[in-house]
């Protein structure tokens, strides 16, 4: 099993928006609850005496709106965790912190706080765009528009020198303003410290306007070729504006032409590598963020891919059990489905599982629509833009040979 690189934790399910793409069940996120001082400190005392932790964690506060919590929440969390780290761990674990919020309830004391923790705490902003891309969806609970609240905390950060790091969801409408869509986070590129953009994990829906299929390939490979010319032009002109989804896609395409080259696929859903705690306490792994609502009755007990409860069972007695073996013997299947069925796979970012289950009622199945649209689409587009490029480059040389 990997080390544990990676903590999610749910302070609280309860989210002051009503997000029309959200995973989380609306019941959740009309819940306010928080998660115990006691619950941290259990899990984390068992984490830094465990083995199973790698030298370098990240602990993000996630799914939920965790500023719901006030600022002294996560400041006792912090020191709570800090002080466990540095009495049974001290040489053996660094730990940084993030929170991703929809920016909404950012002010003066949040900021204050971020300047606090500044050394070690990365805050990350959900923002679709500007207002008529990002209000489409992104709504408080009596549906009105949340853009300019949003950007008023996207504005506080910057006044405070506070850079943070955007996701933005791409729906339909997006793909039609591919333009628009750039410029906005491109203008905004001094205040950052990373933009990414997100795909909807599932292509199903009932919304049209969000769902997706293989048939959308041309409208996403359009969009992808779109924004990486429009990413050029402006490198051109000496304004480098990283986009994630780029560096990371080509980094894994060159990565893929060397002997040794890292299983991407297998390591986005290796078992402990993350994992995911929420406001109960209920423990998951493998995917950043995977609820216990998921395909809650995928193996017969009520509670999807939970391993456990930590007021229950010891995160030791978790990755040991039946269960989680049971789990990784399904993912294996799917692996091996994948790697003897799709010419991707070497550059195949995975962590499609849960998606295969869902559309075809098994593991052992291959291509799906959410693997076409967020990796054969994007990796086209990639190889196609490299190759234009080269061809540009080998131009522009045999034209200026004498």
């Known amino acids: 099993m990997s080390p544990v690189e990676l903590i999610v934790l749910q302070g609280t399910s ?9 995973d989380l069940s609306v019941e959740s996120r009309r819940t306010k609850s928080a998660m115990e001082p006691m619950l ?59 929170i991703q919020t929809n920016g909404v309830l950012i002010d ?16 990350g902003v959900s923002c679709d765009g500007p207002s008529d891309l990002h209000d489409l969806y992104r709504v408080n609970w009596n549906g ?13 950060l910057y006044r405070h020198g506070i850079k943070y790091k955007i996701i933005a969801v791409v729906t339909r409408e997006t793909l039609r303003q591919p333009e628009k869509f750039y410029k906005y986070f491109f203008d905004q590129r001094e205040r950052l410290s990373g933009f990414h953009f997100n795909i909807l994990a599932e292509g199903h829906s009932s919304n049209p306007s969000l769902g997706y299929s293989a048939d959308d390939r041309s409208a996403y490979y359009s969009f992808y070729r779109r924004i990486l010319d429009l990413n050029r032009l402006t490198a051109g002109a000496g304004h ?15 990565a893929s032409k060397s002997a040794d080259a890292p299983r991407y ?8 590598k993350s994992l995911n705690v929420d406001a109960h306490g209920n423990v998951t792994t493998f995917y950043a963020g995977l609820s216990i609502e998921v395909l809650p009755d995928v193996y017969g007990d009520g509670k999807g891919f939970s391993l456990g409860n930590i007021f229950e069972s010891s995160l030791e007695e978790m990755a040991r059990s039946e269960k989680l073996q049971r789990i990784m013997r399904d993912f294996a299947l799917s692996s091996r489905s994948c790697e003897a069925a799709c010419e991707y796979f070497s550059v195949c970012s995975g962590g499609f599982e849960i998606s295969k289950r869902k559309a075809f009622g098994t593991f052992e199945a291959s291509e799906t629509v959410e693997c076409v649209i967020h990796v054969k689409t994007l990796v086209d587009a990639l190889l196609d833009d490299i190759g234009e490029h080269l061809e540009l480059n080998a131009s522009k040389s045999n034209f200026s040979r004498p």
């Open 14 to 22: 309860f989210c002051n928006l009503n997000c029309t793409y959200c």
């Open 40 to 98: 941290i400190e259990r899990l984390f005392t068992e984490l830094f005496e465990s083995e199973r932790l790698a030298p370098e964690v990240t602990v993000v506060w996630h799914s939920g709106e965790p500023l719901t919590l006030p600022p002294s929440y996560y400041d006792h969390a912090i020191d709570l965790i800090t002080r466990l780290r540095d009495r049974l761990a001290p040489d053996r674990v660094s730990v940084k912190f993030s």
């Open 108 to 123: 003066e004391d949040w900021c204050l706080f971020f300047k606090r923790h500044a050394e070690q705490l990365h805050v």
């Open 144 to 156: 009105r528009a949340t853009y300019q609240q949003t950007l008023r905390g996207m504005d506080l």
């Open 240 to 254: 480098e504006f990283e986009i994630l989804n780029f560096s990371q896609g080509t980094a894994r395409i060159l």
């Open 265 to 272: 696929f297998d390591e986005t859903s290796a078992p402990l």
